[in-house]
T-cell receptor
Framework: AQTVTQSQPEMSVQEAETVTLSCTYDTSENNYYLFWYKQPPSRQMILVIRQEAYKQQNATENRFSVNFQKAAKSFSLKISDSQLGDTAMYFC???????????FGAGTRLTVKP | NAGVMQNPRHLVRRRGQEARLRCSPM?????VYWYRQLPEEGLKFMVYLQKENIIDESGMPKERFSAEFPKEGPSILRIQQVVRGDSAAYFC?????????????FGPGTRLTVL
């Protein structure tokens, strides 16, 4: 079974600074996908970034980038130039290729302070 | 292109009543997924449906819970004889393609409270 672990229940960062959220996962699969979702107070689940395991290059979306270490089964999210609107719960998720369900971590609550 | 729609956004039921949660996928998406989120936890997969078919219901409780995605209309998650432990946020997601793992886009969720 695949498990996803987010070891930081809460984090905070000053506005305009950089923060990294950690995520590790456990799987015996070789082909899979990894995601970071953001859940602001509105509780909407918003896709932040996605990584295919077969790609060595780390995914980047504007201020959001990942550090994907396949051998270490690590998938951290870096948020640069943090903004107040980044305050949210962040969930790391894993999905095996060809499968239907995503496995989510327990989440990290990020607070961006002015 | 409207996103995934869920209604109602909030639903209050007394123990023993039925809860019906509706989900309209994004336009062009024919795959629907339901997840449940308990307070302070991540989402847990419940069921995956395509039009008129349940593909994977491995995450759904065997009793009281059912789901459908008819040819016309939204997907429905139905919980019969609700209990307090059913109180949670229920999220629906949709994706477009067949036979591929694709990104799932989530609706705003329905928060069910059982009194």
């Amino acid at each position: 079974a695949q498990t996803v672990t987010q070891s930081q229940p809460e984090m905070s960062v000053q506005e305009a600074e950089t923060v990294t959220l950690s995520c590790t996962y456990d799987t015996s699969e070789n082909n899979y996908y990894l995601f970071w979702y953001k859940q602001p107070p509105s509780r909407q689940m918003i896709l932040v970034i996605r990584q295919e395991a077969y790609k060595q290059q780390n995914a980047t979306e504007n201020r959001f980038s990942v550090n994907f270490q396949k051998a270490a089964k690590s998938f951290s999210l870096k948020i640069s130039d943090s903004q107040l609107g980044d305050t949210a719960m962040y969930f790391c998720a894993f999905m095996k290729q060809g499968n239907n369900d995503m496995r989510f971590g327990a989440g990290t609550r990020l607070t961006v302070k002015p | 292109n409207a996103g995934v729609m869920q209604n109602p956004r909030h639903l209050v039921r007394r123990r023993g009543q039925e809860a019906r949660l509706r989900c309209s996928p994004m336009k062009g998406h024919s795959h629907v997924y339901w997840y449940r989120q308990l307070p302070e936890e991540g989402l847990k997969f419940m069921v995956y449906l395509q039009k008129e078919n349940i593909i994977d219901e491995s995450g759904m409780p065997k009793e009281r819970f059912s789901a459908e995605f008819p040819k016309e209309g939204p997907s429905i998650l139905r919980i019969q004889q609700v209990v307090r432990g059913d109180s949670a946020a229920y999220f629906c997601a949709s994706s477009p393609r067949t036979g591929h793992t694709d990104t799932q886009y989530f609706g705003p969720g329905t928060r069910l409270t059982v009194l």
